[in-house]
């Protein structure tokens, strides 16, 4: 690993010698080890050699640096020329085409030009460096052990005790309100029953997302496919969070395409059906509803539920059908919960029971 | 079950005198409807018949056309889904096999048939409805299928929804009334036709303003901008790179 064709190394510089590991007990055949080549031989570039390719490449590197002194001024131009007027998406886009455009070309300009300048004109010898030690010298540790008895003897940090130990317990606890702030970030309560109930209760009415409309049996005509939320949701203090637990679709079958198992027979308004919009896999919203197969799918993994079947899987990751919302109407027609889910809606976590 | 029919009747009473009430607005008398009915009945009878019935009563290979009214008819033929092309997951849109006379002619000759959705009133259809309502009412009605910039996206066994860039605003009203193929009904109970002309409004808007960020790459989300970054933004990564640790000539 020598220098060859005695570039100056500066001072950073300094040969290295591999040190040979021990080979223990092993025997070595001298014949494999194989030397370092070291660098392959200097070989002078076009712009070493040829006077005109140097001037060539000089001013190349130049119209790189003026392209990008053009380009910065382009962006000031184009942030005045083409300003972002309300209401008018188009002008967001120019402006934001030409301003970063013109920020690009400052910037790759500068980078370009230094890295051609480096690579064609700056001196081209392969060198190596080392690393400098990392460990002082002698003088130097012996002066920082000097520094910090000095320090000890002046202060008496280990002579006065009682500051010494106030002041390690101050340390200690001034963390402690910052584990009590973030300890809040937790959830409140105990998260398992939110996860295990939704806004529905018994009498709670089917009302239609976003406007809380209720819903009357007669308006589900079939074929058609309602996106409901508990009535009172529009209402609730986290109406965000019981949506993302409570949305529910709504669809009308024929009775007779239904296959409802026995303890379900009353889940269902005269085939008018509601399932947990949440899919069982990992909670996105199912909601892409084919009226003719009656399939239920998942856009994020393509899970597919059978909406004749009280949702089964019938392809794709999820594992459980969707949870059926029992339903029934009220005196006035409207569509109502007969109770909650009688399971926890979405995504399986550690303290669900299968 | 006797209940269950008698529902079944009622809403069927309750359906077809409110569609009728509908259809009455346009529903001309005399002699030129009678004259419009028969010539759709022509042309029904030339390009329809042979899958849906003589009298548009369906055969196994397509469905009855009795009580689906005007509205479906316009969309189905008006966006050349039918006369299908051929059988498949879902009939594709094409160039409309019928001139705007003829489509009128044979909507005219299916209403008559049955009372049911009515082809839908211009000032629905104006696209100057409540943007921010329409927006909202398409992310939770429309967008799960065809995508939130209506761009249209996948279903399930080769069926698809289509992309909304250029669908008028009279078919995407017919669509939402009549439940074209597998798409659902979202009827007048559900989203009241005001709804339907904010969520057109929302159409027309997507359709006539640019995308803000430049290159939509389809507005098909994470596939084609993933790919994009892949095979291009890497791809100049790479490129870069080689460059830089490249000797010079």
Same mark, same amino acid.
């Given at each position: 690993m020598s220098q060859q064709d005695g570039a100056d190394p500066g001072t950073a510089v300094e040969r290295v010698e591999s040190e040979v590991p021990s080979t223990g007990i092993a025997v070595v055949d001298e014949s494999d080890r194989l030397e370092n080549p070291g660098f392959p031989p200097f070989r002078p570039r076009i712009s070493d050699v040829d006077p005109e390719k140097d001037r060539q490449n000089s001013r190349r590197v130049s119209w790189l640096f003026l392209a990008s002194i053009v380009g910065s001024v382009f962006a000031i131009v184009a942030y005045?020329?083409?300003?972002?007027?309300?209401?008018?998406?188009?002008?967001?886009?120019?402006?934001?085409?030409?301003?970063?455009?013109?920020?690009?070309?400052?910037?790759?300009?500068?980078?370009?030009?230094?890295?051609?300048?480096?690579?064609?004109?700056?001196?081209?010898?392969?060198?190596?460096?080392?690393?400098?030690?990392?460990?002082?010298?002698?003088?130097?540790?012996?002066?920082?052990?000097?520094?910090?008895?000095?320090?000890?003897?002046?202060?008496?940090?280990?002579?006065?005790?009682?500051?010494?130990?106030?002041?390690?317990?101050?340390?200690?606890?001034?963390?402690?309100?910052?584990?009590?702030?973030?300890?809040?970030?937790?959830?409140?309560?105990?998260?398992?029953?939110?996860?295990?109930?939704?806004?529905?209760?018994?009498?709670?009415?089917?009302?239609?997302?976003?406007?809380? %409309?209720?819903?009357?049996?007669?308006?589900?005509?079939?074929?058609?496919?309602?996106?409901?939320?508990?009535?009172?949701?529009?209402?609730?203090?986290?109406?965000?969070?019981?949506?993302?637990?409570?949305?529910?679709?709504? %669809?009308?079958?024929?009775?007779?395409?239904?296959?409802?198992?026995?303890?379900?027979?009353?889940?269902?308004?005269?085939?008018?059906?509601?399932?947990?919009?949440?899919?069982?896999?990992?909670?996105?919203? %199912?909601?892409?509803?084919? =009226? =003719?197969?009656?399939?239920?799918?998942?856009?994020?993994?393509?899970? =597919?539920?059978?909406?004749?079947?009280?949702?089964?899987?019938?392809?794709?990751?999820?594992?459980?059908?969707?949870?059926?919302?029992?339903?029934?109407?009220?005196?006035?027609?409207?569509?109502?919960?007969?109770?909650?889910?009688?399971?926890p809606v979405g995504p399986s976590f550690w303290e669900r029971s299968l | 079950m006797v209940s269950a029919a008698l529902l079944l009747i009622g809403l069927l009473a309750t359906g077809g005198a409110y569609a009728a009430f509908t259809t009455s607005a346009t529903a001309e008398t005399g002699d030129s409807a009678a004259k419009l009915i028969d010539e759709g009945q022509a042309l029904f009878q030339a390009n329809c018949a042979s899958c849906h019935g003589l009298a548009a009563e369906g055969t196994e290979n397509a469905p009855t056309l009795i009580g689906v009214g005007a509205a479906a008819v316009d969309f189905q033929v008006g966006t050349g889904r039918m006369p299908a092309a051929a059988s498949g997951p879902q009939a594709l849109e094409k160039p409309p096999q019928f001139t705007d006379e003829q489509v009128a002619a044979l909507a005219t000759y299916v209403a008559s048939l049955a009372p049911g959705p009515a082809i839908p009133d211009e000032r629905y259809l104006d696209g100057k409805g409540d943007l921010t309502a329409g927006a909202e009412l398409f992310r939770i009605n429309?967008?799960?299928?065809?995508?939130?910039?209506?761009?249209?996206?996948?279903?399930?066994?080769?069926?698809?929804?289509?992309?909304?860039?250029?669908?008028?605003?009279?078919?995407?009203?017919?669509?939402?009334?009549?439940?074209?193929?597998?798409?659902?009904?979202?009827?007048?109970?559900?989203?009241?036709?005001?709804?339907?002309?904010?969520?057109?409004?929302?159409?027309?808007?997507?359709?006539?303003?640019?995308?803000?960020?430049?290159?939509?790459?389809?507005?098909?989300?994470?596939?084609?901008?993933?790919?994009?970054?892949?095979?291009?933004?890497?791809?100049?990564?790479v490129g870069i790179t080689v460059w830089l640790t490249a000797k010079s000539n």
């Open positions: 005045i020329v083409f300003p972002i007027e309300l209401g008018n998406l188009g002008s967001v886009r120019l402006n934001t085409l030409f301003l970063g455009l013109g920020i690009t070309l400052g910037l790759l300009g500068i980078g370009f030009g230094a890295v051609h300048w480096s690579k064609t004109l700056m001196d081209g010898h392969d060198l190596v460096e080392s690393r400098h030690p990392t460990r002082g010298s002698d003088a130097t540790r012996a002066r920082a052990a000097e520094i910090f008895t000095l320090g000890n003897e002046e202060s008496g940090f280990t002579r006065r005790k009682m500051i010494r130990n106030t002041l390690i317990g101050a340390l200690v606890v001034s963390p402690l309100p910052a584990v009590v702030i973030f300890r809040d970030l937790a959830p409140a309560a105990d998260p398992v029953p939110l996860l295990k109930h939704t806004l529905w209760a018994e009498g709670v009415r089917l009302t239609r997302d976003p406007s809380g %409309v209720p819903i009357r049996a007669s308006d589900v005509t079939l074929g058609s496919v309602f996106h409901v939320i508990p009535e009172g949701l529009n209402e609730s203090e986290d109406r965000l969070e019981e949506k993302a637990k409570a949305a529910v679709l709504l %669809v009308r079958l024929r009775p007779g395409d239904l296959n409802v198992s026995p303890g379900r027979e009353d889940w269902n308004f005269r085939g008018i059906v509601a399932y947990s919009k949440i899919c069982t896999h990992v909670g996105c919203p %199912v909601a892409l509803y084919e =009226q =003719q197969t009656h399939h239920l799918l998942c856009p994020c993994h393509q899970s =597919q539920f059978d909406m004749t079947n009280q949702a089964k899987v019938i392809f794709g990751p999820a594992k459980r059908p969707l949870p059926q919302l029992p339903i029934t109407v009220d005196d006035e027609g409207y569509l109502i919960a007969r109770s909650d889910f009688l399971e | 429309c967008a799960m299928c065809h995508n939130v910039a209506g761009a249209g996206g996948a279903l399930t066994e080769g069926k698809f929804a289509p992309p909304l860039g250029n669908v008028s605003g009279k078919h995407a009203y017919e669509a939402m009334l009549t439940g074209p193929q597998n798409m659902p009904v979202f009827n007048d109970f559900n989203i009241t036709p005001d709804d339907k002309r904010a969520i057109i409004t929302y159409i027309k808007f997507l359709q006539e303003n640019p995308s803000p960020g430049g290159l939509d790459l389809g507005n098909l989300g994470p596939v084609s901008e993933g790919l994009f970054v892949w095979i291009f933004a890497l791809g100049a990564i």
